[in-house]
C-alpha cells in the first residue's frame, strides 16, 4: 500500500511544506515516485512522520530529532544516548521556564508602578533603565 503525499498529510496531521521540508533536509527519505513523478509514500514513512511530529511538538530541535531517529534504528543499542538527548533537552526547557519566570515577575513589577499621569509613570523608564521601577515609591 502506497499513499501520495495528501494521504501521508492527512493521516499524520503534517501540513504538505512541512512534509517536503523533512524530505530537504534528511529527517524523511525521499519517495518513490510514480511514472507521473507523484509520491508515493509507505506505512514506514507514516509511523516516522508521526515520531518527528511528536518530537516537535515536544520542542525537540531538528538535529535532535535526526539523532533519535538514527538511535531508534538500531533496538538493540543501549538507550543511554536517548535518555542524555532528552535531559539536555529538559535542562533546555528548564532554563527557559527560568528565563520567563523572570520576565513575568519584571513585567509584572513594572505594571505594579501605576501611576495617574503620564509624567509619574515609570515604565518607559524601567525599559531604558533595567530595575527602575522597584525602587519606586507608590
Avoid: W
Avoid at 127 to 137: I, K, M, N, P, S
Amino acid at each position: 500500500m502506497s499513499l501520495t503525499i495528501g494521504e501521508l498529510s492527512r493521516q499524520t496531521q503534517v501540513k504538505v511544506p512541512t512534509i517536503r521540508y523533512y524530505e530537504q533536509i534528511g529527517l524523511l527519505a525521499e519517495p518513490t515516485r510514480t511514472e507521473g513523478q507523484q509520491r508515493r509514500y509507505r506505512p514506514e514513512d507514516v509511523r516516522r512522520l508521526n515520531f518527528i511530529r511528536h518530537a516537535r511538538e515536544l520542542g525537540f530541535e531538528v538535529e535532535a530529532i535526526r539523532q533519535l531517529l538514527g538511535l531508534a534504528g538500531d533496538p538493540d543499542r543501549s538507550c543511554g544516548e536517548v535518555h542524555d538527548i532528552t535531559k539536555a533537552h529538559l535542562k533546555e526547557v528548564k532554563d527557559k521556564i527560568a528565563r520567563l519566570t523572570a520576565l513575568r515577575d519584571e513585567l509584572e513589577t513594572m505594571v505594579s508602578c501605576n501611576h495617574r499621569r503620564i509624567s509619574d509613570c515609570r515604565i518607559i523608564e524601567v525599559l531604558a533603565d533595567h530595575g527602575q521601577c522597584r525602587h519606586v515609591e507608590h
